[in-house]
Nanobody, 116 residues
Framework: QVQLVESGGGLVQAGGSLRLSCAAS????????MGWFRQAPGKQRELVAF????????KYADSVKGRFTISRENTKNTVFLQMNSLKPEDTAVYYC?????????WGQGTQVTVSS
């Protein structure tokens, strides 16, 4: 099994910044993509950003482009999400995910709340 533990969520004012971290441990094999998803109350879970196993390719949701940056440290199986210029609409539970073509694993989620 693989365990993912997120940290770094919290309450911040609009315009502020937060940095989320996600550490993966357990039976991790091969090259895995890692990414961040979020789910706001009453809405479906959506992709925020992901980074490929090699770290040379990233993808962002249009709503966060230019404000969020995803990065990873492969030696520690850790992925980060730097969130700047936060908006109230960024409020959600943020989930980390690790996946490859065979399987995927989710973290438990961390709450991000942006006040106006």
């Amino acid at each position: 099994q693989v365990q993912l533990v997120e940290s770094g969520g919290g309450l911040v004012q609009a315009g502020g910044s937060l940095r989320l971290s996600c550490a993966a441990s357990g039976r991790i094999f091969g090259v895995n993509n890692m990414g961040w998803f979020r789910q706001a109350p009453g809405k479906q879970r959506e992709l925020v950003a992901f980074i490929t196993g090699s770290g040379d390719s990233t993808k962002y949701a249009d709503s966060v482009k230019g404000r969020f940056t995803i990065s990873r440290e492969n030696t520690k199986n850790t992925v980060f999400l730097q969130m700047n210029s936060l908006k109230p609409e960024d409020t959600a539970v943020y989930y980390c995910k690790l996946w490859n073509v065979v399987r995927g694993f989710w973290g438990q989620g961390t709450q991000v709340t942006v006040s106006s």
